[in-house]
């Protein structure tokens, strides 16, 4: 049982949990997840960890609420507990000096890239931050990365705030002033990181990803979160979450994603409609 010390509500939908979790609070390193369950009839979920506070014994992750699990976890209020909370898992992030390195964020994603930005800083790297949503409201830890990095953009889908366009668009802007880019980190949504891959290769930069698939043991046992990369199969919870971007086979990944898309549907909908847990009980900040 972990139990929730925290809870603020970024942007519509998108929450953030500081959890009380003091061994991975210790051992957790940048590009790290944890698996937790919301209840005993719930599914296994990986998130990964936003932040630790080794002091406090705990650890931030966020989340954005859009099937039956992340809907459950965002109404549990704070001093509750969640059922299991199990990490850290995966690899962590490759952290060394490679000069100028470029982070964006998608979405939730800007989540994940905060760690290892903050890291990458450490090792004095070069950093340009760029991260993007679908509109200005759905932006989140804008400060947060503004401030880590030596660069920054922001872009939004709608033109509301920051650049009009995606993040690989901002990319592109930097390749054409002849920027010096060492390395790119991607982290957000498959169509994004895609994206953001296919225009790299072109100039054959080293670019990295982070994947989110289906998971449910997180151990390498079960199979489930199966991806291809450079023509392998490959566990994303052992082998990951971390790939280059350059060998991963988005295209599947996608189709992967989508697999369970009726029953998540029939999921929510009764969750909503039957579960005591889905009425309104109000927000914390």
Known sequence: MAKILKKRILAPSIKEFIVSA???AQKALPGQFIVLRVSEEGERIPLTIA??????GAVRIIFQEVGKTTKHLGLLKEGEEILDFVGPLGKPSEIEFFGNVVGIGGGVGTAVIYPVLKALKKKGNYLIGIIGARTKELLIMEE???EVCDEFYVTTDDGSYGKKGFVSDALQDLIKEGKKIERVIAIGPVPMMKAV?????IYNIPTIVSLNPIMLDATGMCGVCRVEVGG??????????????????FELLATRLKTYLKE??????????????ASPRGESE
Do not use: Q, W
């Open 51 to 56: 932040e630790t506070f080794p002091e406090e």
């Open 232 to 249: 392998e199969t490959k566990f994303a919870c052992v082998d990951g979450p971390e790939f280059d971007g350059h060998k991963v086979n």
């Open 22 to 24: 003091p061994l991975i």
């Open 197 to 201: 891959c296919n225009l790299t290769k």
């Open 264 to 277: 998540e549907k029939i999921s929510l909908e009764k969750f909503e409609k039957y579960s005591p847990m």
């Open 144 to 146: 947060e990365i503004k």
